[in-house]
């Protein structure tokens, strides 16, 4: 039996194109009862399908129609049937964001890459880092600082000089940006299981915003975050190409 293949592409014109031409040669089922979403754009609009396909128990499998890709395996409009029958599956948890803001409000959102901390005007951020309740760093002057999961470490946290985590090593990234007190502290690696708390210090003056995966909060003053293993994204990868081998990879170039 033929499998049920839902497809979802980003407006890129490109994008568009490729979907058009998948759908009329392997059809196109409901994402709800489909065997796998084949998603056709960039890293972030992988994100994007990840985050809203969450409650569906297809997995998903990316083809590149973006720019950068980490997240998606090369496109091609031939074979994929067997493709995806061979793919490898990798398991993402994503982090969960509890985000207060300067008026009192609570925000939510869960993150498949990192929960960063930025600043919002032209002065640094102040920020006081605890972990599991234990205060650990009482003053950080910062361009902004995050957290991120072994499959977001590439992306971000690798920009700002974070390390690359191996998918498999149950660990979190803590990274600063633009470090200026202390100077050139640049993070640590924590377990999967910590919980880190961000406090701004000075909010008004030194106002701060944080994203979940490019979801923005404004005029935050508290950031909670943890792993939240309740929910398993489930990433179809082709044979030799799935997200561990990326990650070594990603190392040496």
């Known amino acids: 039996m033929s499998l049920r293949i839902a497809f979802a592409a980003s407006n890129a014109p490109i994008a568009q194109a490729a979907r058009e031409t998948l759908t009329r040669q392997y059809g196109d089922h409901a994402e709800a009862g489909a065997d796998v979403i084949v998603a056709l754009g960039g ?3 992988m994100l994007h399908t990840l985050h809203r396909t969450q409650g569906l128990g297809a997995p998903v499998y990316g083809m590149n129609r973006g720019t950068v890709g980490f997240l998606m395996n090369e496109y091609s409009d031939h074979g994929l ?8 599956a990798a398991v993402i948890t994503p982090l ?3 985000a ?3 008026d009192g409000t609570l925000h939510k959102e869960l993150a498949i890459n990192e929960v960063s901390l930025l600043r919002q005007g032209p002065q640094a951020a102040r920020l006081r880092i605890s972990v599991d309740g234990r205060l650990r760093m009482s003053e950080l002057v910062c361009d902004g600082a995050l957290v991120a999961t072994p499959a ?12 690359i985590l191996p998918i498999g090593s149950d660990v979190l990234a803590l990274t600063a940006m633009a470090a200026f007190r202390p100077r050139r502290w640049r993070g640590a690696l924590l377990p999967k299981t910590a919980e880190v708390r961000f406090e701004v210090l000075d909010a008004e003056k030194r106002p701060v915003m944080a994203e979940a995966d490019a979801r923005a909060v ?12 309740s929910i398993a ?3 179809l990868f082709d044979p030799g190409h799935g997200l561990e081998e990326r990650l070594i990879r990603e190392q040496f170039v």
């Open 43 to 45: 890293d972030g609009f």
């Open 81 to 88: 049937e067997e493709r995806l029958s061979a793919a490898e």
């Open 96 to 98: 969960s964001m509890h």
């Open 100 to 102: 207060t803001t300067s």
């Open 152 to 163: 977001g470490s590439t992306a971000y946290n690798y920009s700002a000089h974070g390390p």
């Open 218 to 229: 404004r005029d935050v003053v508290q950031v909670d975050i943890r792993s939240e293993p």
């Open 233 to 235: 994204h489930r990433v």
